[in-house]
């Protein structure tokens, strides 16, 4: 698995973009340019992302099964930080 938090936050910035450069999904993660990139490239590879040359130049896209993905992560990531604020 490839996923830690914050590569789950650009899978999930994507989501919301809906098409974008690297630059774009990383201002939006709150990542670096380069652990987005590496992130997004480990994507493709397993069927969650397309990259495309458009008139906008490399632009990156989730796929049917990268959307879905997102909805888990997203409601994961909102589980996990409920639990976290509890009061112990």
């Known amino acids: 698995m490839f996923l830690n938090e914050k590569a789950c936050r650009i899978i999930i910035a994507l989501r919301e973009l809906g098409e974008a450069n690297i630059s774009e999904v990383a201002r939006v993660a709150g990542a670096n ?24 130049g490399i632009v990156h896209r989730l796929t049917e099964k990268g959307r879905r993905m997102a909805e888990v992560l997203e ?14």
Do not use: F, M
């Not at 409601?75 to 112990?88: A, M, Q």
């Open 75 to 88: 409601e994961t990531l909102r589980k996990i930080e409920s639990i976290e604020s509890e009061e112990l």
């Open 33 to 56: 340019v380069g652990h987005t990139s590496n992130t997004l490239t480990k994507a493709i590879l397993r069927g969650y992302v397309i990259r495309e040359r458009t008139d906008r």
